[in-house]
């Protein structure tokens, strides 16, 4: 396992009592002064949940299923791998992807805060900056798996990363049986957010079907 604590973690995702209260709070205070342009609040945000989503990490993923010159330049240098297909910016400066294989299945966990690689997964989700996940996914990781659906056989070893304002991380899945002939835009529809935190696998092309029904 990764250990990092002796990296200095920016603040941001901390977790505080009543977060979501405080930043509503905050938020139109700041539009009542005048300080905050509520529509450029609006487009920052979106950008972030849809256009600098988990979309821009699975389509890194579904090319390096496909073009083994792509996976790997991702290993070695995932920050300009990721780059060469334009995602880039802050809190991804120094990106670090892992391959996931079946001998070793890689999740990723910031213990002392919540830094997480926004230009290839966009905001974390809310368990991710919890105090449980931060301190579970290290002491428990299979544990925490299973909570997540995620059972890895015993002879597969699970490897905890903790990401740090230095480093960032993503895991890249095991791409799923059956996708032999599909296009990189199919591919990346069966990669998930979390398959790419490690604590989800990729869809298999059944359950990609499944969540298409109505």
């Known amino acids: 396992m990764s250990k990092s604590h002796d990296h200095h973690h920016h603040g941001e995702g901390s977790e505080l009592p009543d977060i979501a209260l405080r930043v509503k709070s905050l938020e139109s205070l700041l539009i009542e002064k005048g300080y905050v342009d509520p529509e450029a609040l609006d487009v920052l945000i979106e950008t972030y949940e849809t256009?600098?989503?988990?979309?821009?990490?699975?389509?890194?993923?579904?090319?390096?299923?496909?073009?083994?010159e792509f996976r790997k330049q991702l290993i070695e240098d995932a920050s300009a791998a990721a780059?060469?297909?334009?995602?880039?910016?802050?809190?991804?400066?120094?990106?670090?992807?892992?391959?996931?294989?079946p001998d070793t299945h890689n999740m990723v966990v910031c213990t002392l805060c919540s830094c997480y690689p926004w230009p290839v997964l966009g905001l974390p989700p809310v368990w991710y900056k919890s105090a449980p996940y931060r301190s579970r996914a290290v002491a428990d990781p299979r544990?925490?798996?299973?909570?997540?659906?995620?059972?890895?056989?015993d002879e597969t070893a699970v490897r905890v990363w903790d990401s740090t304002a230095e480093i960032r991380y993503m895991v890249i899945p095991m791409r799923p049986e059956g996708t032999q002939d599909w296009s990189e835009e199919d591919l990346a529809q069966l990669v998930t957010r979390d398959s790419m935190i490690g604590t989800g696998l990729a869809l298999t092309p059944d359950q990609l079907e499944a969540a298409k029904t109505p």
Do not use: C, I
């Open 51 to 68: 256009k600098v989503g988990p979309r821009n990490g699975a389509a890194v993923v579904a090319r390096s299923w496909l073009d083994e």
């Open 83 to 101: 780059g060469s297909l334009g995602f880039t910016g802050r809190q991804g400066e120094h990106l670090v992807a892992l391959e996931n294989t």
């Open 143 to 153: 544990g925490v798996l299973e909570e997540f659906g995620v059972n890895m056989p």
